[in-house]
């Protein structure tokens, strides 16, 4: 069975510009996690999507943004882009994100912005 | 919100035991979660807890009391391959999907 996949793997961006991450979920997971991790803040929870709606979400500026499509897969985006969003952005597939499920993540994707 | 607790960085003998404590704050607890992470990789499930008591597998084994907003990782016959970043995770009632991650500790084995 196939892990979570993320594209791309690295990715180096200028201030200002906007720039659009994908994971593809383990096959039958439902519901995608983003966080961002960062060396001072940690893994950070961004949001949450199941069933293409959003679920929930973490305490980022409006400039994050993210969707799910009918396949299960998620892209995130973030527009004007600043110094601080340097960080590892990783994407969590699980089940249905209740009871046991655990949440399998991604290899992530290394975001740095210059 | 959560106020999650972990001692920063633990050093430890291969063969020995650590045990990694995690204090949690929740207005509603609905799960604990540890990973293992890896330098330069993403995290991976260790254990699950939502019920007070010890749940064990293999050399791994976790604690948790509701009660006290407590939960301790516990490592045994320490291996080299366990030097590595562990992560005590919370989740809230209703919040399925997001879980609230301490700083993490980073465990050290030394010959």
């Known amino acids: 069975k196939a892990g979570v996949t993320q594209t791309p793997r690295y990715l180096i961006k200028t201030r200002g510009q906007q720039v659009t991450l994908s994971c593809s979920p383990i096959?039958?997971?439902?519901?995608v996690s983003w966080y961002q991790q960062t060396p001072g803040q940690g893994l950070q929870f961004l949001f949450e999507?199941?069933?293409?709606?959003?679920?929930n979400k973490g305490n980022f500026p409006g400039r994050f943004s993210g969707r799910q499509f009918s396949n299960s897969r998620s892209e995130m985006n973030v527009s004007t882009l600043e110094l601080g969003d340097s960080a590892l952005y990783l994407c969590?597939?699980?089940?249905?994100?209740?009871?046991?499920?655990?949440?399998?993540f991604g290899p992530g994707t290394r975001l740095t912005v210059l | 919100g959560q106020n999650i607790d972990q001692p920063t960085e633990m050093t430890a003998t291969e063969g020995a035991i650590v045990q990694i404590n995690c204090t949690y704050q929740?207005?509603?607890?609905?799960?604990l979660f540890w990973y293992q992470q890896h330098a330069g990789e993403a995290p991976t499930f260790l254990s699950y807890?939502?019920?007070?008591g010890l749940e064990e597998k293999g050399r791994f084994s976790s604690f948790l009391s509701r009660s006290k907003g407590y939960s301790y990782l516990l490592l045994k016959e320490l291996q080299m391959k366990d030097s590595a970043s562990y992560l005590c995770?919370?989740?809230?009632?209703?919040?399925?999907?997001?879980?609230?991650f301490g700083a993490g500790t980073q465990v050290v084995v030394t010959p």
């Open positions: 096959s039958g997971h439902r519901s």
């Open positions: 929740t207005s509603g607890f609905n799960g």
């Open positions: 999507y199941f069933s293409e709606t959003q679920r």
């Open positions: 969590a597939s699980s089940l249905v994100a209740g009871g046991r499920d655990e949440q399998f």
């Open positions: 995770a919370v989740r809230d009632r209703n919040s399925w999907g997001k879980l609230q």
């Open positions: 807890n939502v019920l007070d």
